[in-house]
């Protein structure tokens, strides 16, 4: 069964507008990481969250987590054309040592 | 320093042939991964490797598809008997040591079968 649920399927928003993605996941987890995806080729490693932290910067993105909601956001601010991508969150599954990778989020930057 | 290499970069196979597909992870790193991707979609796991530990199979969707991993470094997954539902994108990923690790992945190779 899916571990990471990403949350909307689809987003597209304006230039310079911040966009949020959310994931939710359903065990405990060491840590959560997102990745993003340009042209369906390979995952391109953003930031990773452990299980006790709160939250994390990087650049324009913001990543926070919640183990009590069993939920991560990804906020990019001040959203650019070039971020226009697939986002994706991934975490372990009852602590197994491999990550699973949720279906995605598309996010469409229009100009 | 070199990433993680995949070949092919674009493979078509008429149905019923075998393939293989190589991944060459970066040096050094223990785990690695296979996935695959249709279009549009998520990734679906296919196959764990850490160190010399027997590799996690779990995700394999039938017995035509196996992996290996020779001296802890390149590894081949070769579907064989292929169906137009194999049809892809073949992802590797490897990581420095745990499978928590952050991820290197490669450019894949897109499987098409006619």
């Known amino acids: 069964s899916q571990q990471g649920e990403e949350d909307p399927q689809a987003l597209s928003i304006q230039e310079g507008e911040n966009a949020t993605m959310n994931c939710s996941y359903k065990?405990?987890?060491?840590?959560l990481q997102w990745y993003r995806q340009n042209s369906g080729r390979g995952l391109v490693h953003l930031i990773l969250?452990?299980?006790?932290?709160r939250e994390k910067h990087s650049g324009r993105l913001r990543v926070t987590l919640d183990t009590s909601k069993k939920s991560s956001s990804l906020l990019i601010t001040a959203s650019r054309a070039a971020d226009t991508a697939s986002y994706f969150c991934?975490?372990?599954?009852?602590?197994?040592?491999?990550?699973?990778f949720g279906k995605g989020t598309r996010l469409h930057i229009l100009p | 320093g070199a990433g993680v290499s995949q070949s092919p970069s674009n493979k078509v196979t008429e149905k019923g042939k075998d393939v293989e597909l190589r991944c060459d992870p970066i040096s050094g790193h223990t785990a690695l991964y296979w996935y695959r991707q249709s279009l549009g979609q998520g990734l679906e796991f296919l196959i764990y490797?850490?160190?010399?530990?027997?590799?996690?199979k779990s995700g394999l969707p039938s017995d035509r598809f196996s992996a290996e991993r020779t001296g802890g470094s390149v590894s081949t997954l070769t579907i064989q008997r292929t169906q137009q539902e194999d049809s892809a994108v073949y992802l590797c990923?490897?990581?420095?040591?745990?499978?928590?690790?952050?991820?290197?992945f490669g450019p894949g190779t897109r499987l098409t079968v006619t």
């Open positions: 490797f850490q160190g010399n530990s027997a590799p996690d």
């Open positions: 990923a490897s990581s420095r040591d745990r499978g928590l690790d952050e991820q290197y």
């Open positions: 991934a975490t372990d599954k009852n602590r197994d040592d491999k990550i699973i």
């Open positions: 065990t405990s987890i060491n840590n």
């Open positions: 969250i452990r299980s006790n932290e």
